[in-house]
């Protein structure tokens, strides 16, 4: 079945710093790509996705690309913000599936 | 466009008791997931709901059940509550095609 991996956490970074989440998965078929972020005390909310190889989701100055060949997804940020601090989760969806599978989410502490 | 919206925020229940927790989708929004997130477990598919069909169901036992009314609102009910359920519940409503989920806040439950 599909399956999400991503790196333990939680990742502490000092404000500033260069972030990398690292995302990698198994599906059959060509999922779409996910990255969702939650905040403290509330809701998963979309921070970007990719539909198709290589494309690029960005949004709010994280980006993530989409690698067939190495079946990943990493999540980049060139300056993390101590307001980036929270739980963030890989997912993807494959065709058929009406549910997307979750990784187990990898939580940032961004210190000023 | 209003959010998803799920009602209470916060519960408190006693083993044993029962509960219902409430979830207001996007407008237009047919489909309605729910979720339970623990530290320990992280985030789990609980059920989905389609025009008021149960589509797609997690591995949980038959004590979470579920509905979904013509106005595409749903609720869950959890009976005979044990400790293990406490937990934040997540709501997430999707219109085709199923690809980006967007999620309530959640509801908090604490069984003691």
């Known amino acids: 079945g599909d399956s999400v991996t991503q790196m333990e956490g939680p990742v502490t970074l000092s404000e500033e710093a260069f972030l990398t989440i690292n995302c990698t998965y198994t599906a059959t078929g060509y999922p779409s790509l996910f990255w969702y972020v939650q905040y403290p005390g509330e809701g998963l909310q979309l921070l970007l996705k990719a539909t198709k190889a290589d494309d690029k989701g960005s949004n709010k100055g994280f980006e993530a690309t989409y690698r067939k060949e190495t079946t990943s997804f990493h999540l980049e940020k060139g300056s993390v913000q101590v307001s980036d601090s929270a739980v963030y989760f890989c997912?993807?969806?494959?065709?058929?599936?009406?549910?997307?599978?979750f990784g187990r989410g990898t939580s940032l502490i961004v210190h000023p | 466009k209003a959010g998803v919206t799920q009602t209470p925020r916060y519960l408190i229940k006693t083993r044993g008791q029962q509960v219902t927790l409430s979830c207001s989708p996007i407008s237009g929004h047919r489909s309605v997931s729910w979720y339970q997130q623990t530290p320990g477990q992280g985030l789990q598919f609980l059920f989905e709901?389609?025009?008021?069909?149960?589509?797609n169901k997690g591995n949980f036992p038959g004590r979470f059940s579920g509905r979904q009314f013509s106005n595409s609102r749903s609720e869950m009910n959890v009976s005979t509550l044990e400790l293990g359920d406490s937990a934040l519940y997540l709501c997430?409503?999707?219109?085709?095609?199923?690809?980006?989920?967007?999620f309530g806040p959640g509801t908090r439950l604490t069984v003691t």
């Open positions: 709901y389609f025009s008021e069909t149960q589509r």
């Open positions: 997912a993807l969806s494959s065709g058929g599936s009406y549910i997307p599978t």
């Open positions: 997430a409503s999707s219109s085709p095609p199923p690809d980006e989920q967007y």
